[in-house]
């Protein structure tokens, strides 16, 4: 029908050519059913039962030298549709030449207004020497949990802390409600460890982009996280924090410092690895902060005594909210911002972090099952609601030994997905290998760009955050793209920081505290 009603013979053409791609999606769906069912294979090893399927250089990425990290082989149809998650080298040379360009324009002082970097300088411009003791607490906010930690550096260093949860309403409520809640849970802590004597140092590790205008006063730019409390952009959230506390009247606290989690990484790292100079999360979010040199920092309106430098929190998560990475995202990118808290805002975190690897990961099968190329073109409810694929299951779907698809059958059936094929599940494989392979890239290169700015020898970069803890390739992945990225010469190394929201906050504090003594 649609063939006779095409206008003229270009538009017949096309018509027939979907056809026929149709017709192909098919028949590569039913042969590779047929391949999982048919015993065909059955004595053979996993890999030679791959063999018919897809080919080695069939599932090689566009970019040979990091195509051995793809371990499952697709469908070619299904190769073809993920293919627009995967970046060249030179797409990631442009990201970093571009990153570069935007952190210049946020540390410039006539760029920075309309900057989306905003490379807030910290105060913090001294690192810890190991030598940093004494008892500290801290305040953690940043997630779905909020912590209150009680930490000891010295000889003898230990931490004790308690999770509390921040409830959904509280994270899309009032400022009050929010900074209520923090302060009955710093309360009821102080009051179970019987600290209520003791005016303890505290550090704050506050996670979203906020202007510094001292070590202890930091202005809320704007949430992020899927946080969105009435009336505190724009504010001071250690005054918040303090009128909380005044409100409730029964606890005395001594706030000495105020930090991103970025910082807290960093400098928990550097505590015991002199060269750690750059402080990277990939978790919930996604953000690093770097040691610059002061004369790079034109927005500096602090001291200009020694040392001449000032760690940079630099928020690259809204990277990109200028359109400078639009010639990278795809649909799944717009989608998935388009259905956020905070559309237009922190593009380049919505292609790394863990609050929506999953998502991409989940709108990915979705077309593909509509296209007929997953489960025989049956989804399930589960799967058709939003945030239903948790970014933990592409980690567990990636620890599967190659070829053996344990965790990826439980996912599926947890998914509705009874009677997923050998096929579908080495198909859902690669999607998930597609997504976190890009956001291992992009991390990365926003790793090397920092790096060529820092131009030392030798630096250690302390990471942190869910994705790097436990996604199995993670690391690896980032290692080997940041090596292709840097320039000639370089040496760096990867280290995962412990902690850094809790101890880093309470060196942040001992830093503080030695600098004005
Ligand atoms: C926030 C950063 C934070 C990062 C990691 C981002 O959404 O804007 O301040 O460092 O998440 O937690």
Same mark, same amino acid.
């Given at each position: 029908?649609?063939?006779?009603?095409?206008?003229?013979?270009?538009?017949?053409?096309?018509?027939?050519?979907? #056809?026929?791609?149709?017709?192909?999606?098919?028949?590569?769906?039913?042969?590779?059913?047929a391949?999982d069912?048919?015993?065909?294979?059955?004595?053979?090893?996993?890999?030679?039962r791959?063999?018919?399927?897809?080919?080695?250089?069939?599932?090689?990425?566009?970019?040979?030298?990091?195509?051995?990290?793809?371990?499952?082989?697709?469908?070619?149809l299904?190769?073809?549709?993920?293919?627009?998650?995967?970046?060249?080298?030179?797409?990631?040379?442009?990201?970093?030449?571009?990153?570069?360009?935007?952190?210049?324009?946020?540390?410039?002082?006539?760029?920075?207004?309309?900057?989306?970097?905003?490379?807030?300088?910290?105060?913090?411009?001294?690192?810890?020497?190991?030598?940093?003791?004494?008892?500290?607490?801290?305040?953690?906010?940043?997630?779905?949990?909020?912590?209150?930690?009680?930490?000891?550096? $010295?000889?003898?260093?230990?931490?004790?802390?308690?999770?509390?949860? +921040?409830?959904?309403?509280?994270?899309?409520?009032?400022?009050? *409600?929010?900074?209520d809640?923090?302060?009955?849970?710093?309360?009821?802590?102080?009051?179970?460890?019987? %600290?209520?004597?003791?005016?303890?140092?505290?550090?704050?590790?506050?996670?979203?982009?906020?202007?510094?205008?001292?070590?202890?006063?930091?202005?809320?730019?704007?949430?992020?996280?899927?946080?969105?409390?009435?009336?505190?952009? $724009?504010?001071?959230?250690?005054?918040?924090?303090?009128?909380?506390?005044?409100?409730r *009247?029964?606890?005395?606290?001594k706030?000495?410092?105020?930090?991103?989690d970025?910082?807290?990484?960093?400098?928990?790292?550097?505590?015991?690895?002199?060269?750690?100079?750059?402080? %990277?999360? #990939?978790?919930?979010?996604?953000?690093?902060?770097?040691?610059?040199?002061?004369?790079?920092?034109?927005?500096?309106?602090?001291?200009?005594?020694?040392?001449?430098?000032?760690?940079?929190?630099?928020?690259?998560?809204?990277?990109?909210?200028?359109?400078?990475?639009?010639?990278?995202?795809?649909?799944?990118?717009?989608?998935?911002?388009?259905?956020?808290?905070?559309p237009?805002?922190?593009?380049?975190e919505?292609?790394?972090?863990?609050?929506?690897?999953?998502?991409?990961?989940?709108?990915?099968?979705?077309?593909?099952?509509a296209?007929?190329?997953?489960?025989?073109?049956?989804?399930?409810?589960?799967?058709?609601?939003? $945030?239903?694929?948790?970014?933990?299951?592409?980690?567990?779907?990636?620890?599967?030994?190659?070829?053996?698809?344990?965790?990826?059958?439980?996912?599926?059936?947890e998914?509705?997905?009874?009677?997923?094929?050998?096929?579908?599940?080495?198909?859902?494989?690669?999607?998930?290998?597609?997504?976190?392979?890009?956001?291992?890239?992009?991390?990365?290169?926003?790793?090397?760009?920092?790096?060529?700015?820092?131009?030392?020898?030798? +630096?250690? +970069?302390? +990471?942190?955050?869910?994705?790097?803890?436990?996604?199995?390739?993670?690391?690896?992945?980032?290692?080997?793209?940041?090596?292709? %990225?840097?320039?000639? *010469?370089?040496?760096?190394?990867?280290?995962?920081?412990?902690?850094?929201?809790?101890?880093?906050?309470? %060196?942040?504090?001992?830093?503080?505290?030695?600098?004005?003594?």
């Amino acid at each position: 029908m649609e063939i006779v009603a095409a206008a003229d013979s270009d538009e017949r053409g096309l018509t027939l050519l979907r #056809v026929v791609s149709q017709l192909q999606r098919v028949i590569v769906y039913l042969h590779s059913f047929a391949c999982d069912r048919g015993h065909l294979w059955s004595t053979q090893s996993a890999d030679a039962r791959r063999t018919p399927i897809m080919s080695d250089e069939q599932i090689c990425k566009k970019d040979d030298d990091v195509s051995r990290y793809f371990t499952s082989p697709p469908a070619p149809l299904v190769k073809e549709i993920c293919e627009e998650l995967i970046l060249s080298q030179e797409n990631l040379k442009e990201v970093c030449d571009v990153l570069h360009e935007e952190l210049n324009k946020g540390l410039g002082k006539d760029t920075n207004p309309e900057a989306p970097i905003k490379c807030f300088p910290t105060y913090v411009r001294e690192l810890p020497n190991g030598k940093e003791k004494g008892r500290f607490l801290a305040l953690d906010l940043g997630g779905t949990n909020f912590r209150v930690l009680l930490i000891q550096l $010295g000889e003898e260093c230990s931490m004790d802390s308690r999770i509390y949860a +921040v409830p959904q309403p509280i994270m899309v409520g009032s400022g009050d *409600g929010l900074f209520d809640h923090i302060a009955d849970c710093l309360a009821s802590f102080i009051k179970e460890r019987d %600290l209520g004597e003791e005016l303890l140092p505290l550090g704050f590790t506050f996670s979203f982009p906020c202007k510094q205008e001292g070590l202890t006063k930091a202005r809320l730019a704007r949430w992020t996280k899927g946080f969105k409390c009435a009336g505190v952009e $724009g504010r001071d959230v250690v005054e918040l924090l303090k009128a909380a506390i005044a409100r409730r *009247g029964d606890v005395k606290i001594k706030i000495c410092a105020v930090l991103n989690d970025t910082t807290g990484t960093l400098m928990s790292c550097a505590w015991k690895n002199h060269n750690c100079r750059i402080g %990277l999360i #990939v978790g919930t979010g996604t953000n690093a902060c770097y040691m610059e040199k002061l004369e790079k920092v034109e927005l500096w309106d602090g001291e200009l005594d020694e040392p001449h430098q000032v760690i940079i929190n630099t928020e690259w998560g809204a990277f990109g909210d200028n359109g400078c990475l639009d010639f990278i995202r795809t649909e799944y990118d717009n989608n998935i911002d388009r259905e956020s808290i905070n559309p237009g805002r922190q593009l380049y975190e919505k292609m790394i972090s863990g609050m929506y690897m999953g998502e991409i990961a989940r709108q990915v099968i979705i077309r593909l099952v509509a296209e007929g190329l997953l489960f025989g073109g049956q989804s399930s409810e589960i799967l058709e609601e939003k $945030g239903s694929f948790f970014t933990k299951y592409i980690s567990e779907i990636e620890s599967d030994k190659d070829g053996d698809y344990n965790n990826c059958r439980v996912i599926l059936e947890e998914l509705g997905l009874n009677s997923a094929t050998d096929t579908d599940c080495a198909n859902v494989r690669h999607v998930c290998e597609c997504v976190s392979r890009r956001a291992a890239y992009l991390a990365a290169s926003g790793v090397a760009v920092l790096l060529n700015r820092i131009q030392e020898e030798s +630096v250690t +970069v302390a +990471v942190d955050g869910s994705v790097y803890r436990f996604h199995p390739h993670f690391h690896n992945l980032m290692t080997e793209q940041i090596s292709q %990225l840097i320039k000639p *010469g370089m040496k760096f190394s990867l280290m995962l920081s412990e902690d850094g929201s809790g101890r880093g906050a309470a %060196l942040v504090a001992a830093v503080a505290s030695r600098s004005s003594r």
